[in-house]
């Protein structure tokens, strides 16, 4: 099973930017399709982005489309979230999540359950 490290989260002014990263071990990135997600207190979690192991295909959240991009480091078996004009309503705990190796191969899920790996999170705090 792939371990998942996040780090980069922080606190930055409404329309600043931030760069996750999700340090992956035990496997590459390459072979597995991983999603970002968050959790605000009070909300269930939600999809934000994700990237296919075959083609890397991406897919975003309507909320987060044209600000965040997703990307994937084979070299550095690391995945990242780029995020700019970031809004109040973006603060949350940001998870990394990989699906089980070779699976979903052509699609991109978007549900929680249908990733088999987690990281710890790692808080983004953004002020108005």
């Known amino acids: 099973q792939v371990q998942l490290v996040e780090s980069g989260g922080g606190l930055v002014q409404a329309g600043g930017s931030l760069r996750l990263s999700c340090a992956a071990s035990?496997?590459?990135?390459?072979?597995?399709?991983v999603g970002w997600f968050r959790q605000a207190p009070g909300k269930e979690r939600e999809f934000v982005a994700g990237?296919?192991?075959?083609?890397?295909?991406?897919n975003y959240a309507d909320s987060v489309e044209g600000r965040f991009t997703i990307s994937r480091d084979n070299a550095k078996n690391t995945v990242y979230l780029q995020m700019n004009s970031l809004k109040p309503e973006a603060a949350a705990v940001y998870y990394c999540?990989?699906?089980?190796?070779?699976?979903?191969?052509?699609?991109?899920?978007?549900?929680?359950?249908?990733?088999?790996?987690w990281g710890q999170g790692t808080q983004v705090t953004v002020s108005s």
């Open positions: 035990g496997r590459t990135v390459s072979s597995s399709t």
């Open positions: 999540a990989a699906c089980a190796a070779g699976s979903y191969k052509y699609t991109l899920p978007i549900t929680a359950g249908q990733y088999s790996s």
């Open positions: 990237i296919t192991w075959y083609g890397s295909r991406t």
